[in-house]
Antibody, heavy 120, light 106 residues
Framework: QVQLQESGPGLVKPSQTLSLTCTVS??????????WSWVRQDPGKGLEWIGN???????YYNPSLKNRISISVDPSKNQFSLRLNSVTAADTALYFC????????????WGQGTLVTVSS | DIQLTQSPSSLSASVGDRVIITCRAT??????LSWYQQKPGKAPKLLIY???TLHTGVPSRFSGSGSGTLFTLTIASLQPEDFASYYC?????????FGQGTRVEV
């Protein structure tokens, strides 16, 4: 059973960089056929796709965030990471990592989520 | 960007009811359409992918249909554990989006 776990600071100051890591267990991040993704959810609101990475390092970002985000992968640690620059209060959200199949592109496994608050 | 509109935004139902949720896309997404269930404070759970394929372990009372721009999620007989929010998601092209959600309440 694949499991994903997000980790990182729960509080980030405005204008600083949000950094989160997702650790994958029960499967290899280098498995062909899967992307690894970040999704966020405003408290009490809807879901927003942030971006994906393949184990090769190929990335696909939400254009609305593209200028501020970077997703990287470390196959040796079975981890992938998100960096979001120049954060504001609007970036306060519950951040999820997830596995995506490359065929039908469904998000079949999710982490439990980690709340990140942007505040001084 | 492809926008997804779910209807209704919320509904009240009883155990045993048949529930139908609709998801409409502003342009075709072929069958790159998934449905998720989410309970408060929890991650979404995959129910249906490729518009109509039931994910492993999901009860058969859930079903999905549609292609192109119009999709439906049907719960044949609502169970107590089904009271939750439901989201559709399209993964067609390079910009993926979710619907705004449908809250199913008692």
């Amino acid at each position: 059973q694949v499991q994903l776990q997000e980790s990182g600071p729960g509080l980030v100051k405005p204008s600083q960089t949000l950094s989160l890591t997702c650790t994958v267990s029960g499967g290899s991040i280098s498995s062909r056929g899967y992307y690894w993704s970040w999704v966020r959810q405003d408290p009490g609101k809807g879901l927003e796709w942030i971006g994906n990475i393949y184990y090769t390092g190929d990335t696909y970002y939400n254009p609305s965030l593209k200028n501020r985000i970077s997703i990287s992968v470390d196959p040796s640690k079975n981890q992938f990471s998100l960096r979001l620059n120049s954060v504001t209060a609007a970036d306060t959200a519950l951040y999820f990592c997830a596995r995506v199949t490359s065929t039908a592109r469904e998000f079949d496994y999710w982490g439990q989520g980690t709340l990140v608050t942007v505040s001084s | 960007d492809i926008q997804l509109t779910q209807s209704p935004s919320s509904l009240s139902a009883s155990v045993g009811d048949r529930v139908i949720i609709t998801c409409r896309a502003t342009q075709t997404v072929s069958t790159y359409l998934s449905w998720y269930q989410q309970k408060p404070g929890k991650a979404p759970k995959l129910l249906i992918y490729a518009a109509s394929t039931l994910h492993t372990g999901v009860p058969s009372r859930f079903s999905g249909s549609g292609s192109g721009t119009l999709f439906t999620l049907t719960i044949a007989s609502l169970q107590p554990e089904d009271f939750a929010s439901y989201y559709c998601q399209q993964t067609y092209g390079l910009m993926w989006t979710f619907g705004q959600g449908t809250r199913v309440e008692v």
